[in-house]
């Protein structure tokens, strides 16, 4: 199972682009990397998925360069409701799905 | 509307009782999962399942219990032996076996407290 290592925290102002980097150095060659967005006392919700390359949705952008070993959630434009904690996985092995600590999002006004 | 239904939203439970912890899928996932996160933490998962009447243990089990007797169904029981309950438990599925693609599905999640 991949090992995935995110900043703890980050903060930024509302308007801005925030970019949250996740390392996965040993993301296997089927692996998929997935976003999750949680706020406090509800589960956590998917926001986007890759494999390679650049995905857009509404809400979010995913840049994965050539080697895979990094992937960064770009959200455009964050407002306070932004606030949040974003979790990357990679990979399950063996059926189990297993989140990392994740980021701790804050937008300041 | 499909999803995840945990109840109740918050329980009570007094020191050396058990409690059980319902999760009710509607969205015809073979695969459910109990995770459990206590207060500025990241999950942990307790116990999945990859279809009826079969289940695995995560990689906190101690003090848990599960049943998985219909595929809509994966209630978790955090019994007596369970020494620091308190936390925030979350149910989830995906369509299938945990594979690197699917996408995960969160009910809203229930507080225990124990009094």
């Known amino acids: 199972l991949a090992k995935t290592t995110q900043p703890i925290s980050m903060d930024s102002y509302e308007g801005q682009e925030v970019n949250i980097t996740c390392s996965h150095n040993?993301?296997?060659?089927?692996?998929?990397i997935t976003w999750y967005q949680q706020f406090p006392s509800q589960g956590p919700r998917f926001i986007i998925q890759?494999?390679?390359t650049k995905v857009t949705n509404e809400v979010a952008s995913l840049f994965i360069p050539a080697d895979r070993k990094s992937s960064t959630l770009s959200l455009p434009r964050v407002s306070l409701s932004d606030t949040a904690v974003y979790y990357c996985?990679?990979?399950?092995?063996?059926?189990?799905?297993?989140f990392g600590k994740g980021t701790r999002l804050h937008i300041l006004p | 509307d499909g999803g995840i239904t945990q109840s109740p939203k918050y329980l009570f439970r007094k020191e050396g009782q058990n409690v059980t912890l319902s999760c009710e899928q509607n969205?015809?996932?073979?695969?459910m999962y109990w995770y459990r996160q206590d207060p500025g933490q990241g999950l942990r998962l307790i116990y999945y399942?990859?279809?009826?009447?079969?289940?695995q243990k995560g990689d906190i089990a101690e003090g848990y219990s599960v049943s998985r007797e219909k595929k809509e169904s994966f209630p978790l029981t955090v019994t007596s032996a369970q020494k620091n309950p308190t936390a925030f438990y979350l149910c989830?599925?995906?369509?299938?076996?945990?594979?690197?693609?699917?996408?995960?599905?969160f009910g809203e999640g229930s507080w225990l407290t124990v009094v």
């Open positions: 399942s990859q279809i009826v009447n079969d289940f």
């Open positions: 989830a599925s995906s369509i299938d076996r945990g594979s690197s693609g699917n996408t995960i599905y």
């Open positions: 040993n993301i296997a060659t089927n692996d998929y």
């Open positions: 996985l990679v990979g399950a092995r063996d059926d189990k799905i297993i």
């Open positions: 969205l015809n996932h073979d695969a």
């Open positions: 890759g494999y390679k």
